[in-house]
Each structure stands twice: as structure tokens, then as C-alpha cells.
């Protein structure tokens, strides 16, 4: 796709456009979460989508969250602003700190206050994003509006423009009297861009942003993401199912496979050496320009159903490296020489997948 | 490969002309010929022009009639005269000018159910397909007792306890019509609801209220409007059926309905008395149909364009 899945050394530049130093070095986490469980009552039983999670993203920097469909990354987005889909889904456990704030306890007025000023989301259908019977002005100025109903005509309008220019969006102005219809799928990611930053939050949620656009689009996007953190200084958490995507935009990654973080570190960190077998698949069912095989590699078999989880390592069945011990008990997340990186698996410091 | 730059007027190739509201997309002509032009004069000529000008327009008294005169028949039939142009009933009455107030009647019935209909209509289904839950088993519980209610049995009943008059009927009606209603927005509210901008709209803030007004209700607006149209036919034809078997509007009042009733035992010896506003009730709802089946097509999503 882009020069980033290409090879290891452009997700060094990757990481270093952020900042050279971790920015986990710097404050204090604008977001953290402490074993969130979110499961979803079927009629088929218990879903275990979110099952004690626990990550922190830190002020300007984007954090990465990978995994297959199904892996529970969209739910932990989604329990993150506590819209989980109702009645189904509930949060069972754990804590979410919003700017040392826990949101699990407040009420859903007080949520409703919270989503859009303090955290926001970008979804992955631009197509959908935007109500096909309003034009682009009339729902930006919504946006406006959703927090501070006094606010003036002309002050609307301004602010509509202004926003549209912080996302690149060429003659605004004409822009607003547009219906989504007119626009293509780019142009209208970056007027739900606009819309998500309407009140600066500190968090701003990407949910797939790119999944729905044409590559050349989508490593445009993400440019403008980047370009978005380093004027605003919003942290972004981006979910994605592509390393390459990750690649090129993050700073730290949490890969997550049937509901729970099975690593996560510094992006080049977990390129260079994964220390989960299941990273390790990941990053080599990647396409790459400089070898094509026959077939890309992927990984074999099928995640376990998350109604019924095994007990031992959940990666365990599908893991060339399994032994006895991986069936009998899930491993423990171990830190991994870097401060910042962590992998749950028991033979994480062999790695005996590291020397292919 | 190389990721291409972020440049001023990338990404859409096109930024549209301002578009002109007789052409589409593409440029093509509008198809104005499509409009239904001669169901809309019917509906204009036939029901509202009579029914808002009644007492201008007609030269007779709807209710009280020259009994010499009894069963005219139409100007062009034998023994017709311009007096009364189609002709007058068993009581003398003049057959046009109860056609005229007839058209109040239809009118004012229609408007009235139609409005009490769509108004309980949407509220329950929009409530219902949007929080789901109990509210929805409720909405759709009565939604669905109210479809298997035999309309006709269900009004007599009615009439026997609280007797018949115009009040009475449109109650009737509106029992009846909002179960439809309900039904369509709620299948809607529930397809509009996966949407992403509803949860864009969440994500942002927006209290529930807001959205089911601002983002629900403009996206199941069309299909309130055609259904309304259509429903109007459905209207005007229970109205008239009730009032046949004499338990719609009483007696003298000249609804069509009641108009057909009085003319049917004289059908052979005085046609006109019943064909008339038989005639009128099926160009009425006939147009109705038509008009609904256009707007339809006309406030199709695909097909819109900025006014």
C-alpha cells in the first residue's frame, strides 16, 4: 500500500515524527483504562467483546489499537464514549479515567456534556457519517450548536469555515452549501474530521477513518490526522486492522486478539522484535513490495468464539509455539526491556519466533 | 510508491456547479412532464376549490329541496334543466350543489383524521423503533391489534354507543389510520437508527430528543408525506363507506357517501342520484393514489437536489 509496509526501517521515521523521546515520558495519561470488561448479552449467550483491557494515551500522541474483526477493538471504541449498542452490551467492570476523570459512574446528561467537548469520534463511512437531508453548513453549524445553543449566526459560520480550512478542505465557503451527496468520500471524512474537533477535545477516537476510502485518499487522511495532532496536540486513538496504517502514524500500538491486549509498545519496538506470536503473524501476513510470494502468509485457523473462551492463552490454538503450560493458564502481561512494552505470553522472552 | 501530499484541491475532482432545480446530476432535464398534472387539477377543481367556496359557488340549499322538482334528471337527458345541471334527487335537492358541500365534508374528514393519524402515528413509531425495548413491544403490540380490528365492525360499534356525527367519525378514522402510520415509521427509525450519522450525532453530544427530531424525523419525512397522500384515498373511502350504511355523517348533511346510499334503491328509475358522487369519490381517490405514487418517486433521496 504505502512505503510504510514496505520494511522496517520507515517505521523508525514513522515513530520519530512524533517525537523522539516516548511521550509517555511526558504528563500524565489523558486517558486511561483499567480492566475494562464490555460483554453483550445475546440470545447465544455471554460475548465477551472487551475483556480486561487495559491501555493509556497520553497527551499528543496517537495510539494504535490492531486486531482482526471481531477481535473486540470497534467495542472498546464504542465503550470508551459508553455508547455501547443497547440493550445487548453492557460495561461489566473496570474504570475509564477521562482526564483523571472516571466517566463510568456519571450520568448520561453528565456523559452527553463530556462526548464531543472532552472526547470524540470519527467513524469508518464517511458515506454514513453525514445526514444525507442537511447540507454540510447546516450540520457543522449543528455541531456548534450541540454544546452552546447562544451562539451567534455569524459566529457559526466562521468557526464553520475555520474548521473546515484546519482540515485542508479547498473553497469552504462553497463547501457549506454543499450536500454530502456532492462531495466525494475523502472530502467527506474531512468535514466529520472537522466536525469531531468542533470543541477541541483532548481525545478524539478513529475508528477505521481510512478503511472506507481508496489508498491514495487514505494515506492523505492520515496526513492530515498528523498534521491535526501537531497543531491541536489532541492525543488519537486509531483503530485499524492494517500495520501499515499503523506504521505511518503512531507512536505506540496495542494489538488485540479475542478481546484482549495481547502486547503493546512502541511501534518500532513492536515491528523489530514482537514478543507475541501473534505479532509476529500480523507483521508477516503484511503484503511487501520488495518479496511478493505466491500467496500472502496468514495466520491459520480461526479465533475462539468469545462466547466460549478457552482458559489458557486464547492465541494458543492457532500458535506454533504452544506448549502445555499456554493451554492450561492465560499468561500474565510481562514487561518487556523497554518500560513501555508489554506482551502476554509465556515464552515471550525466548521469542522463538523472533530468529526466522 | 510515495504517499502523495496533502495539496490545496485534491480529492474531489469536481466541485458542482450550483445546481439548478429543474436539472439533475447529470445535467438532463428535469422530467417535468412526469407531474400528474390532471389528478392535481382534480383534486383542486374537484374537492378543494368546492370545498373552501361552498357558499359562492353553489345557487341551491344542500339540505332543503323543491319537492315539484323531484328527480330531475341531468341538463342533457331529457327533461333536464339548467336549473339544476345533474339533476336532483327523490327530495328535489339540487344533486350538484350537495356535491359541492359533500366535498367540504370529504375535506375537512380527511384532513382532520389524516393530521390526528400521522401526528400519534409518528410519535409512537419513532419511539418505538428508536429506544426499542418495551416501549416497541408495546407500540408494536397495538400496532398489530389494531390491524386485525374489522374497521367497519369496530365503527358500528362506536356509532351504537356514542351515535353518529361528524365528531364521531373522525374519531373512527383515526383509530384506525395511525396503526399504519406507526408501523412504516417505526420499520424506518429502525433502518435510519444504524446509521452513522445517528451515532456521529451521539458521539457528539446530542441528547436523544435532538436527534429523533432533527436527524430520524427529516429522513422518514418523505415517506410520511406519501403516505399521508395515499391514505387520503383510504380516508375519503371508509368516510364514505360508514356513511353508506348509515353510520358515518347523519343524515341530511350531504356527504358522498350518504349520497350513493339515498340513490341506490331508484337506480334504475334515476341513475344520477347515486352515479355522481360515486363518480366524484373515485376521480377523488383515484387522484389521490396517483399524486401519492409520483410524490413517491419526486422525493426520492436519489433524486434530490438542492432548491
Redesign the interface.
Known amino acids: 500500500?504505502?512505503?510504510a509496509t514496505a520494511g522496517g526501517n520507515t517505521v523508525t521515521d514513522a515513530a520519530d515524527t512524533g517525537g523522539a523521546a516516548t511521550p509517555a515520558d511526558r504528563a500524565a495519561p489523558v486517558l486511561k483504562v483499567c480492566n475494562l470488561k464490555t460483554y453483550l448479552y445475546t440470545r447465544w449467550g455471554v460475548t465477551k467483546a472487551v475483556d480486561d483491557v487495559s491501555l493509556e494515551l497520553y497527551p499528543g500522541e496517537t495510539l494504535g489499537v490492531v486486531g482482526e474483526s471481531g477481535s473486540g477493538k470497534s467495542m472498546l471504541a464504542l465503550s470508551l464514549?459508553r455508547?455501547t449498542p443497547?440493550?445487548a452490551g453492557r460495561i461489566e467492570g473496570g474504570q475509564i479515567f477521562l482526564n483523571g476523570r472516571d466517566i463510568l459512574p456519571l450520568s448520561e446528561r453528565v456523559m452527553?456534556?463530556?462526548?464531543?467537548?472532552e472526547i470524540?469520534?470519527i467513524?469508518?463511512?464517511p458515506q454514513?457519517?453525514?445526514?444525507?437531508?442537511?447540507?454540510v453548513g447546516n450540520q457543522l453549524a449543528?455541531?456548534f450548536r450541540?454544546?452552546d445553543a447562544s451562539i451567534g449566526e455569524r459566529q457559526v459560520r466562521e468557526r464553520s469555515i475555520a474548521a473546515l480550512e484546519s482540515m485542508?478542505v479547498?473553497?469552504p465557503e462553497?463547501?457549506l452549501?454543499?450536500?454530502p451527496?456532492?462531495?466525494?468520500g475523502?472530502?467527506k471524512q474531512?468535514v466529520?474530521g472537522a466536525?469531531?474537533m468542533?470543541y477541541q477535545p483532548q481525545v478524539l477516537i478513529a475508528d477505521e477513518p481510512t478503511t472506507a476510502l481508496d489508498v491514495?485518499?487514505q494515506?492523505?487522511f492520515l496526513?492530515?490526522l498528523e498534521?491535526l495532532q501537531q497543531r491541536t496536540g489532541v492525543s488519537i486513538l486509531l483503530i485499524t486492522h492494517d500495520f501499515g496504517v499503523i506504521a505511518?502514524t503512531c507512536h505506540r500500538v496495542a494489538v488485540m486478539y479475542a478481546g484482549r491486549i495481547v502486547e503493546q509498545g512502541p511501534v518500532a519496538e513492536i515491528f523489530d522484535n514482537p514478543r507475541h506470536p501473534y505479532t509476529r503473524a500480523l507483521l508477516d501476513s503484511r503484503p511487501r513490495?520488495d518479496f511478493v510470494p505466491d500467496r500472502l502468509p496468514s495466520v491459520g485457523g480461526q479465533p475462539p468464539s468469545l462466547n466460549d473462551l478457552p482458559v489458557g492463552c486464547r492465541f494458543a490454538a492457532r500458535c506454533d509455539y504452544a506448549e502445555d503450560r499456554c493451554r492450561e493458564a492465560y499468561p500474565p502481561q510481562v514487561s518487556q526491556g523497554d518500560r513501555y512494552h508489554a506482551a502476554s505470553c509465556w515464552r515471550a522472552e525466548q521469542a522463538p519466533w523472533s530468529n526466522r | 510508491m510515495s504517499v502523495p501530499e496533502i495539496t490545496e484541491g485534491t480529492g474531489d475532482a469536481h466541485i458542482s456547479p450550483r445546481p439548478n432545480f429543474w436539472r439533475n446530476r447529470f445535467g438532463r432535464r428535469r422530467r417535468l412532464d412526469r407531474v400528474p398534472w390532471i389528478p392535481i387539477a382534480i383534486i383542486f377543481f374537484l374537492l378543494l376549490l368546492p370545498a373552501i367556496f361552498a357558499d359562492l359557488i353553489a345557487v341551491h340549499d344542500p339540505l332543503r329541496g323543491v319537492l315539484s322538482d323531484r328527480l330531475t334528471p341531468p341538463v342533457w337527458e331529457e327533461g333536464g334543466s339548467w336549473t339544476y345541471p345533474l339533476g336532483t334527487d327523490k327530495l328535489g335537492r339540487d344533486i350538484l350543489t350537495r356535491l359541492i358541500y359533500g366535498a367540504r365534508i370529504s375535506l375537512a374528514v380527511s384532513t382532520i383524521t389524516i393530521l390526528v393519524g400521522l401526528v400519534i402515528g409518528s410519535i409512537l413509531g419513532l419511539a418505538a423503533g428508536y429506544f426499542g425495548g418495551w416501549i416497541d413491544w408495546i407500540v408494536s403490540w397495538l400496532v398489530d391489534t389494531f390491524f386485525s380490528l374489522p374497521g367497519v365492525l369496530l365503527a358500528l360499534v362506536i356509532v351504537a354507543a356514542i351515535g353518529p356525527s361528524f365528531l364521531t367519525i373522525v374519531i373512527i378514522l383515526s383509530v384506525t389510520i395511525w396503526a399504519p402510520f406507526a408501523r412504516q415509521v417505526r420499520g424506518e427509525t429502525l433502518s435510519v437508527r444504524e446509521m452513522d450519522f445517528i451515532a456521529r450525532a451521539q458521539v457528539a453530544g446530542s441528547s436523544p430528543m435532538r436527534i429523533l427530531i432533527r436527524h430520524v424525523l427529516p429522513n422518514v419525512a418523505n415517506t410520511l408525506i406519501v403516505m399521508a397522500t395515499l391514505q387520503v384515498g383510504v380516508v375519503i373511502i371508509n368516510e364514505s363507506s360508514l356513511s353508506f350504511i348509515g353510520a358515518g355523517i347523519p343524515r341530511p348533511n350531504p356527504s358522498w357517501g350518504v349520497m350513493v346510499a339515498d340513490g341506490r334503491d331508484l337506480m334504475l328509475v334515476a341513475w344520477w342520484i347515486s352515479f355522481f358522487p360515486g363518480l366524484a369519490i373515485l376521480l377523488v381517490v383515484l387522484s389521490f393514489n396517483l399524486t401519492g405514487d409520483w410524490l413517491r418517486d419526486f422525493l426520492d433521496p436519489k433524486m434530490r437536489q438542492r432548491q
Open positions: 500500500m504505502t512505503e464514549v455508547l443497547e440493550p452527553r456534556k463530556i462526548r464531543g467537548t470524540s469520534m467513524l469508518q463511512d454514513q457519517s453525514l445526514n444525507p437531508v442537511y447540507t449543528e455541531a450541540v454544546h485542508r479547498p473553497a462553497r463547501r452549501r454543499n450536500f451527496h456532492e462531495m466525494s475523502g472530502m474531512r466529520v466536525m469531531a468542533a491514495t485518499i494515506a492523505q496526513r492530515l498534521d505511518e513490495v
